[in-house]
């Protein structure tokens, strides 16, 4: 990976399936993908990282110059887990529209719509993750283009521990999988509250969810990220908090359960 190498850790592992424990030796990787509160994740697991010395971090603000710091697929399993937080990409699209008009990229600048034909023309006849990555990259060289990578790019293909992202109890899973990750709290816990970038400056041409829900960038984002629709489906669906825009209502935390952490 190019970064400094961590310790090992002696993790358990369990394996519902057969109803056994085994033991591996892994580092645990995590991959930052944006519009998932990844600002304030990344700060924290930074402090997190330096206090445990058992994770390493693949930050995407260099605008993944380097495409293998922020590509999963190409971690070796031997070197390490990967995991990461996967969030509902028709939800997810109101934030990526949203940032891709606070950095003036012209065809959001215009709507839903312009941006979904922006993407369509770019990736839409892609069929793999590389593909799509490629002619974003071609098409925007600016730094924000990570933005509009998928997500599956930032989660790999090697059974990643996916956390399900929710606007309340996201804290409180990432806990609940680095708990079961390193078996035990040896590392200390994350706050339960994230630091997110203030967007109050932002003026009124960013739109809202009732603005956006029912355009082609909405109805039809599984068109351009289908490895991502896959992936919420495998890992995420039966999650049904995340299943309408989140509100500012608060809901009282819960423990998660091992489906934010594994695939079934």
Not at 124 to 130: F, K, N, P, R
């Amino acid at each position: 990976t190019g970064m400094r190498p961590l310790l090992a850790v002696a993790v358990v592992l369990v394996a519902e399936a057969e109803n056994v424990k085994y033991v591996q030796e892994y580092e645990l990787h995590y991959f930052r993908v944006p519009k998932t509160a990844s600002t304030g994740l990344t700060h924290l697991l930074k402090h997190h990282a330096r206090k445990c010395a058992k994770m390493v971090l693949h930050d995407h603000n260099t605008g993944c110059r380097d495409l293998q710091v922020c590509n999963a697929s190409a971690l070796d399993p031997a070197e390490g887990r990967v995991f990461g937080v996967l969030r509902n990409p028709r939800l997810r699209a109101l934030s990526v529209l949203n940032h891709m008009i606070w950095v003036e990229f012209p065809p959001a600048m215009a709507g839903a719509e312009s941006l979904f034909a922006w993407l369509n023309a770019t990736i839409g006849s892609c069929t793999s993750l590389d593909c799509r990555v490629t002619r974003i990259n071609a098409a925007y060289p600016r730094s924000h283009r990570v933005i509009l990578y998928p997500q599956a790019f930032y989660l790999g293909d090697n059974d990643p521990l996916v956390v399900c992202y929710h606007a309340h109890l996201l804290a409180f899973r990432l806990n609940s999988v680095l708990r079961w990750y390193f078996h035990g709290p040896e590392c200390g816990e994350l706050p339960t509250t994230t630091e997110t970038r203030n967007l109050s400056r932002l003026d009124s041409t960013l739109l809202t969810w009732s603005q956006v829900a029912a355009s082609d960038l909405v109805t039809r984002v599984c068109s351009l990220y289908p490895e991502d629709c896959a992936y919420w489906e495998r890992y995420c669906a039966i999650d049904a908090e995340e299943a309408i825009p989140p509100t500012t209502t608060t809901t009282a935390p819960r423990t998660p359960s091992p489906r934010h952490a594994t695939a079934a």
